[in-house]
């Protein structure tokens, strides 16, 4: 459940604080007061993309914060828009990625809008709605890995088949890759190994004299190691007296053990640099062969030898010629077999739940006035090769107004408030099967009004039964059903829009049902919002 959420400098809204509560809450106001700002503020805590036309003018960036309740457990979220459209999310007051927060609280809430009519006029989308309720995530899941191994296995044949048909060119091609490869015989790194030691080859002279001068510096008669064991002698000879000074001495005893040390280094190392104009030849030509290899056939050593393994492996399926197709065959035969198999369990599954899905939706519509209405689940079976990773089979739910009309796309016959009402009707069916904790709906009741319309609230106040319901609404009639009641209002102050959100509550939300019904608070207007209010049920 989201408690409550915090938004600043967003669009319209300066500040405001929601505190939400289970059950159904509506948002209402003056068109343009911020409510669907609101609903965009929740969309940015669930991942959506922001820019800096979100961040309130003037101002150096929006913030929102969200506070949620998961299984007992307190969980926040919160967004950062900057004025230059640069997003930063933070999860728990940890840093996180706009997909962490997706991941987090996505499944946590259903939002829709008016937009989404046209998700359900697509016949696209159906496939995906019908089996949410269906349950079949395990059968399509099962289909679609059978759907990629038939598809790869088919890719494969092809591709030997391809290869087959231009057989000597494409041998030759390979064999050539192979034994340039193999006449060089790299091993994975050795460029790397080589280019690091060449400076020490083609300096070998410099850095030979370099570490024997230092070394005489250092050991050599009257060098520095000479010096500092007589200042060891001459600090030798007052030991004890003062502290201080043996702490001194201390210091150069251990500079004269690390010089020693770096002379016994500077020799090894002396001595094991060697000029060796031939080790130097042929560092550099296997590199340049290397180098050759590279870019001929990498852009990497490994990628060569990647490639060089690929290539063998292609010779010895060409090799085998027809039997290597015979066995792409059968791997493509098993796959097709699996794969009908899988799309068999999934029509099963599919055709379990239409019948079932057909009468939950045609109850649901039922009490949304619409006590007429009936459903079916078009299930068309595709040839297949056009069988797609939605199933071997187009899905598409078909309505019809009345008992006795033939069912039809519903992007045919369906009005507009006919289409919020069967989408409201499908949230509230899948639903039940998602138990998805919030629904949160942007003014979906567009085009109905009337006793549709305290219909719409009834079941939008079921619907907030077992969990969190946030509606934006024109209408009062859904607005008179609600557990909570928050207005948005915006007024206008120092040349600047400034929206702000209370609750009401008694005297208060009469008066705004009121505004709802005539756009005034008139005696008449206020007997209306209370009747309204009293036949929902509604405490005030």
């Known amino acids: 459940m989201l408690e409550e959420l915090h938004v600043r400098d967003l669009a319209l809204i300066e500040e405001a604080w929601l505190e939400l509560g289970p059950g159904m809450t509506v948002l209402t106001g003056e068109t343009g007061a ?82 989404d009519h046209q998700e359900l006029l697509r016949p696209a989308s159906h496939a995906g709605l019908f089996d949410r309720f269906a349950g079949s995530g395990d059968a399509l899941e099962s289909y679609r890995e059978a759907f990629r191994a038939h598809a790869c296995a088919r890719m494969e044949l092809e591709r030997l088949l391809e290869a087959l048909a231009d057989r000597d060119r494409r041998t030759a091609s390979l064999v050539s890759l192979v034994e340039d490869v193999d006449g060089i015989a790299p091993d994975a790194g050795e460029d790397d190994a080589i280019t690091a030691r060449l400076p020490r080859l083609r300096h070998a002279e410099k850095l030979a004299a370099a570490s024997a001068a230092a070394h005489r510096a250092i050991d050599g008669e009257e060098g520095a ?43 090894d190392y002396g001595e094991g640099v060697d000029y060796d104009p031939v080790a130097l030849e042929g560092a550099e030509a296997r590199l340049a062969a290397l180098t050759t290899l590279k870019r001929n056939y990498g852009p990497t050593l490994d990628d060569v030898l990647a490639r060089r393994e690929e290539a063998a492996a292609e010779l010895a399926a060409l090799g085998e010629g027809e039997a290597g197709v015979g066995r792409a065959r059968e791997a493509v035969e098993r796959a097709e077999h699996a794969l009908l198999a899988a799309a068999g369990r999934l029509t099963d599954v599919r055709g379990a739940a ?9 109850q649901a519509a039922r009490d949304l006035a619409m006590p007429t209405a009936r459903f079916e689940v078009g299930r068309t079976p595709l040839s297949r090769d056009s069988w797609t990773l939605e199933g071997p089979e187009r899905l598409e739910f078909l309505y019809a107004p009345a008992s006795g009309e033939p069912a039809r796309p519903l992007a045919r016959i369906a009005s507009g408030g006919e289409v919020s009402r069967v989408m409201l009707a499908l949230k509230g069916v899948l639903g039940e099967a998602d138990t998805v904790p919030v629904l949160v709906f942007d003014e979906i009741d567009a085009g109905i009004g009337g006793a549709t319309a305290t219909a719409v609230g009834r079941r939008l106040r079921s619907l907030a039964s077992d969990r969190q319901v946030l509606v934006v609404t024109h209408l009062a009639q859904v607005a008179a059903f609600a557990d909570a009641h928050l207005v948005v209002e915006k007024a206008e102050a120092d040349g600047r829009v400034h929206t702000s959100v209370h609750t009401v509550s008694g005297a208060d939300r009469v008066a705004e049902v009121a505004r709802m019904l005539s756009g005034t608070a008139s005696d008449t207007s206020l007997a209306h919002a209370r009747e309204l209010l009293d036949s929902a049920g509604a405490s005030v």
């Open 34 to 115: 911020g409510k669907t700002v609101l609903v965009g503020a929740l969309k940015l805590l669930l991942g959506e993309r922001a820019d800096a036309t979100n961040v309130r003018a003037g101002t150096p960036e929006a913030l929102v914060e969200g506070r949620f309740v998961i299984g007992g457990e307190e969980r926040t979220a919160r967004r950062r828009v900057s004025a230059d459209g640069r997003s930063r999310c933070y999860l728990d007051g940890e840093m996180a990625s706009v997909g962490g927060l997706a991941d987090e609280f996505g499944p946590l809430v259903d939002l829709h809008g008016q937009h």
């Open 225 to 267: 190691a000479e010096r500092v064991s007589e200042a060891i002698s001459s600090l030798a000879r007052v030991t004890g007296i003062d502290s201080a000074l043996d702490e001194i001495a201390g210091e150069v005893a251990a500079a004269d053990d690390a010089l020693r040390a770096a002379a016994a280094r500077l020799r």
């Open 354 to 362: 239409a019948e079932p899905f057909e009468t939950r939706l045609a």
